[in-house]
């Protein structure tokens, strides 16, 4: 039964009628926590709607390598991962923050050195610094990315490579002096390459 997951109840009284939660651990797994760090090469456009007519269609673009550094917290096995991180990348003029929900598979997780791939979505604020003004942007994301990974006892170093690209435009927009403008984000994109570290707990 070791390929199944093993599903445990804790029940506790929130009221008169009681209430019932399930907490789902992989069987011979447990919670793991972890952090990472590395370099985003990050390119992001954003188009320009106003009504100055010389703004009116223009397009803002940068390319930008940011330094990006996070943590997440799961559970896990030998085979997967499912955890949420949370980090943060930036310099003078380009910065993120990104949430994210993600499931991470092992091929041979049983052997200390093997391959992961992983899949994620979520969001990412961004703020991109424009002449007189910084704009900020809301939008969903979606990751996928995969690594090499060495395991010993609980404690496990990744290099990790990961491609984030928008799943849905975010818009800023300014009113001053009678004049209207309206800023669209229509490219959002990233390559991550860096360094992992966490580390799994063992109940049994």
């Given at each position: 039964?070791?390929?199944?997951?093993?599903?445990?109840?804790?029940?506790?009284?929130?009221?008169?009628?009681?209430?019932?939660?399930?907490?789902?651990?992989?069987?011979?797994?447990?919670?793991?926590?972890?952090?990472?760090?590395?370099?985003?090469?990050?390119?992001?456009?954003?188009?320009?709607?106003?009504?100055?007519?010389?703004?009116?269609?223009?397009?803002?673009?940068?390319?930008?390598?940011?330094?990006?550094?996070g943590l997440f917290v799961g559970i896990e096995n030998d085979r997967y991962r499912i955890d949420v991180s949370y980090d943060r990348a930036g310099n003078g003029d380009l910065?993120?923050?990104?949430?994210?929900?993600?499931?991470?598979?092992?091929?041979?997780?049983?052997?200390?050195?093997?391959?992961?791939?992983?899949?994620?979505?979520?969001?990412?604020?961004?703020?991109?610094?424009?002449?007189?003004?910084?704009?900020?942007?809301?939008?969903?994301?979606?990751?996928?990315?995969?690594?090499?990974?060495?395991?010993?006892?609980?404690?496990?170093?990744?290099?990790?490579?990961?491609?984030?690209?928008?799943?849905?435009?975010?818009?800023?927009?300014?009113?001053?002096?009678?004049?209207?403008?309206?800023?669209?984000?229509?490219?959002?994109?990233?390559?991550?390459?860096?360094?992992?570290?966490?580390?799994?707990?063992?109940?049994?």
């Amino acid at each position: 039964m070791k390929r199944f997951l093993l599903p445990v109840l804790l029940a506790y009284d929130l009221n008169a009628n009681g209430m019932a939660a399930i907490l789902i651990f992989p069987e011979n797994g447990g919670p793991a926590v972890g952090v990472y760090a590395g370099a985003a090469f990050a390119t992001q456009t954003v188009r320009v709607s106003s009504t100055r007519a010389e703004e009116d269609g223009r397009r803002i673009g940068t390319d930008a390598v940011l330094p990006r550094g996070g943590l997440f917290v799961g559970i896990e096995n030998d085979r997967y991962r499912i955890d949420v991180s949370y980090d943060r990348a930036g310099n003078g003029d380009l910065r993120t923050e990104r949430l994210l929900f993600n499931a991470d598979f092992r091929f041979g997780g049983e052997r200390p050195l093997h391959p992961l791939l992983g899949i994620g979505v979520g969001q990412t604020d961004s703020r991109f610094d424009v002449p007189g003004r910084t704009l900020t942007f809301t939008n969903g994301t979606w990751a996928l990315r995969g690594g090499l990974e060495y395991r010993k006892g609980g404690h496990y170093a990744t290099l990790l490579a990961e491609y984030s690209r928008f799943l849905n435009a975010g818009s800023d927009s300014y009113l001053s002096d009678d004049t209207f403008t309206s800023y669209d984000l229509d490219e959002q994109h990233s390559f991550f390459i860096g360094l992992q570290y966490h580390y799994r707990f063992r109940f049994r």
